[in-house]
């Protein structure tokens, strides 16, 4: 933008100053508002409409679930996991049932594993493509959301058919599927994959080189690399700040080791970089299911688990690789049939801490941008 | 402003190459949204929604052998399965289930734990009530099986 000193003399604010100046105000954005992406609420420091400073206000969809994991057995809290990023379910039941696994050390078979990884990067494309929809939305192209949620549906027809629910699939039982791949599974989702690659060619047609979407992004709400690392900020959003960390390739779990993919990241960290570093995510999770389907092997889907799981005394952290970052589970067991403890390392939560970073500075409708990019769900940032 | 940028904004490029999205799916064939009470969804076979319980068709007797594995295994408590002794067999029956369908949210953790593949989710999705009362389901209406609603215009 030609005005960029307007953006450089944003003042910082004094230590110990309580009180308003008489050009600044105070301006509550949420928790109604449409582009908070649910009940996050945003307290905005401005000056017209520069933001000075932001503070968010969560837990408007605070559920307790870490404690109703404590009155609930292991496998009774399964379906829990499912209901904190519901845009995408698969992802957390794959790291809570691999947390429990850790816990009493079983070995999934490897078809239940090729399984939940089909699964759960279908389940990451079609978290990126409510992201996109959504983020597209905020910033005024409405066009994207239409398609994106046209793909969508597929992938949810796929669930469907495999697990029985479209959302809250409960998809992933401690130690294997419960459910194995359905008569002509793997023809679906080979012919999903290939007529999902044009369509994300007809995303960056639409979005790419428009020129308001770039004015729009571009430049907007950068994130430094060590900015990012040091607000342990994860995911895309990471990545889009040119750290290439993907735990997928880092500590691989769940037999990601046997595919053959790459982690794209971006240069500059703004807003521009993260939309083509999901969009290329998406690539690479279609080569990811491509490669899974043709190598699924045949076996048992259920590793041998007591019915009544009493695993032994002891603690256990597990993360895996969600659409949004680092999902990660620590468990305390005392020995008895329910969790001591089970905490939740969501990383919309994480991510959530460096928008007063992005937009300060910036303008108010820059805020609705980095909220959108920061792709955050709030059942998950309040558990 | 260099040359071709300028032209791209005086022709309107990035414009008219979204709208060619726009228009690449105007065919009838690509519509994709259903007229929801006049055109029923299609359901997955396993998809997870109201329960029933199964009875032997031959017998009209349940499958529940009032065992409540069911009851045990919901993580909502929404089960109660009360049981008694036959005094002449010795085998255990059930004399009394309801399920409170209000809280239910369809985990599937009851039919997975049922030994006799008595109580199931079945396909019926059409549940809404004006209030709780009528959500706590006894005997009878799960193994009557839920009752599709038919809409006429």
């Known amino acids: 933008m030609s005005n960029s000193n307007f953006y450089d003399d944003a003042p910082v604010e004094a230590p110990g100053k309580t009180f308003l100046d008489s050009t600044e105000m105070v301006l509550n954005m949420g928790p109604q508002h449409p582009s908070t992406h649910g009940v996050l609420r945003v307290i905005l420091k401005l000056d017209g409409e520069k933001v000075l400073g932001t503070e968010c206000v969560i837990g408007y969809l605070h559920r307790g679930v870490e404690k109703i994991a404590e009155n609930r057995t292991y496998a009774q809290f399964n379906p829990y996991v499912d209901r904190m990023d519901y845009v995408a379910a698969v992802s957390n039941g794959l790291g809570y049932c691999g947390a429990v696994e850790k816990l009493i050390s079983a070995e999934v078979p490897k078809r239940a594993e090729y399984l939940r990884v089909i699964l759960t990067e279908l389940n990451r494309l079609a978290s990126h493509q409510v992201w996109l929809g959504t983020h597209a939305l905020d910033i005024g192209a409405i066009t994207p959301l239409f398609y994106t949620f046209r793909e969508r549906e597929e992938i949810l027809k796929i669930f469907e058919k495999y697990c029985g629910a479209r959302l809250t699939t409960h998809a992933f039982r401690i130690g294997g599927c419960q459910y194995d791949a359905y008569e002509g599974f793997d023809r679906e989702v080979l012919a999903f994959c290939d007529a999902q690659d044009p369509r994300l060619d007809e995303y960056e047609e639409l979005l790419t080189t428009n020129r308001i979407w770039v004015e729009r992004t571009k430049g907007v709400g950068i994130l430094s690399a060590e900015d990012a690392i040091a607000l342990g900020v994860t995911g895309p959003v990471l990545r889009g700040s040119g750290v290439r960390w993907d735990l997928r390739k880092a500590q691989p779990y769940c037999s990601y080791k046997d595919f053959d993919f790459e982690i794209p990241i971006g240069l500059t960290g703004d807003t521009f970089d993260r939309y083509v570093v999901r969009i290329q995510e998406m690539r690479q999770s279609l080569r990811i299911i491509r490669q899974a389907v043709a190598g699924l092997p045949e076996g048992p889907i259920m590793a041998k688990v007591p019915k009544v799981l009493k695993p032994p005394v002891g603690e256990v952290y597990h993360s895996i690789e969600a659409p949004k970052g680092e999902l990660g589970y620590y468990i305390v067991s005392d020995g008895s049939t329910q969790p001591y403890r089970v905490r939740v390392r969501p990383p919309s939560f994480v991510n959530l801490q460096a928008l007063d970073v992005m937009v300060r500075g910036r303008l108010v409708a820059d805020v609705v941008a980095v909220i959108g990019t920061l792709d955050i769900v709030l059942g998950e940032v309040d558990r | ?153």
């Not at chain 2, 064939?29 to 029933?52: F, K, N, S």
């Not at chain 2, 109660?80 to 289930?97: A, F, G, H, I, L």
């Open chain 2, 1 to 153: 402003m260099s040359v071709a940028p300028l032209l791209r904004k005086i022709f309107l490029v990035d414009l008219i190459k979204g709208l060619s999205v726009t228009f690449r799916s105007q065919h009838p064939d690509e519509l994709i949204t259903e007229q929801y009470p006049l055109e029923r969804p299609w359901i997955a076979e396993r998809y997870r929604g109201q329960p029933r319980m199964a009875v032997n068709p031959d017998t009209g007797e349940s499958l529940c052998n009032g065992c409540g594995a069911c009851a045990l295994a919901c993580p909502e408590k929404l089960i109660t399965v009360t049981s008694d002794r036959d005094p002449v067999t010795k085998k255990k029956y059930m004399t009394s289930y309801t399920y409170d369908v209000s809280r239910c949210m369809f985990c599937g953790l009851c039919q997975e734990s049922c030994p006799t593949d008595c109580i199931e989710l079945s396909q019926d999705y059409e549940m809404a009530l004006y209030s709780r009362e009528g959500m706590t389901l006894d005997r009878v209406r799960l193994e009557k099986g839920p009752e599709p609603t038919e809409y006429a215009r």
